[in-house]
């Protein structure tokens, strides 16, 4: 059972864990948002690749490669002098260049080329929540500890929105192969996000 909390809960809790001075907490709850932003994004990129290799995904894109190739065999079927006032070919009249329909064409090929991935419990927010809540952590001069109970381990809960969720196992694995980082670059009224590698 997942004990979801509301964005604003999420906002709240980890600016309590922070404990920040006051005149810090409105940057604080922007970098926040942040974080929150780059764990959905995380677990929705993840999700799409879990089911583009699902049963009903792949049953999805081959509808849609078959779509493909009837278009184009269409496309081709064309008389040439009217062919190319026709949008999707795009590039066509350039001798080598693939049109959009075959660019989309060769995108679909390879999602049905991937071999299925075996069913198993999905840990992309988890992961996603863990690397964000690192983030944060060094943005504002703390220290992540994989230690159960600390700060990590708290914020990270709170970024996944369920804080009865284990997550020492992904702080570990973290720890041991940390993926990319998201640097906070900061000017006198300007704030970049990027990502650069550990």
């Not at 269409?74 to 008389?79: C, F, I, N, S, T």
């Not at 809960?157 to 196992?169: E, H, N, P, R, W």
């Amino acid at each position: 059972m997942v004990h979801a909390m509301t964005r604003d809960q999420q906002i709240g809790r980890a600016l309590e864990l922070l404990a920040l001075r006051p005149r810090q907490r409105a940057e604080c709850r922007n970098d926040i948002r942040v974080a929150l932003d780059w764990v959905e994004r995380g677990a929705a990129a993840a999700r799409s690749f879990r089911v583009a290799g699902s049963k009903k995904g792949k049953a999805g894109v081959r509808r849609y490669y078959a779509a493909l190739r009837r278009t184009r065999s269409a496309y081709y079927a064309l008389d040439p002098a009217i062919r190319r006032w026709f949008s999707l070919t795009e590039t066509a009249y350039i001798a080598g260049k693939p049109t959009l329909i075959d660019r989309e064409i060769a995108i679909a090929e390879t999602f049905l080329n991937r071999p299925s991935p075996p069913p198993r419990r999905d840990a992309a927010r988890n992961k996603a929540a863990v690397a964000a809540a690192h983030d944060l952590l060094s943005w504002w001069g703390q220290k992540a500890v994989v230690t159960r109970g600390a700060k990590w381990e708290q914020l990270s809960k709170i970024l996944a929105g369920d804080l009865t969720v284990d997550l020492f196992d992904h702080l570990r694995e973290f720890k041991r192969q940390p993926g990319p980082s998201v640097e906070k670059v900061q000017g006198p009224d300007w704030i970049v996000y990027r990502r650069r590698r550990r």
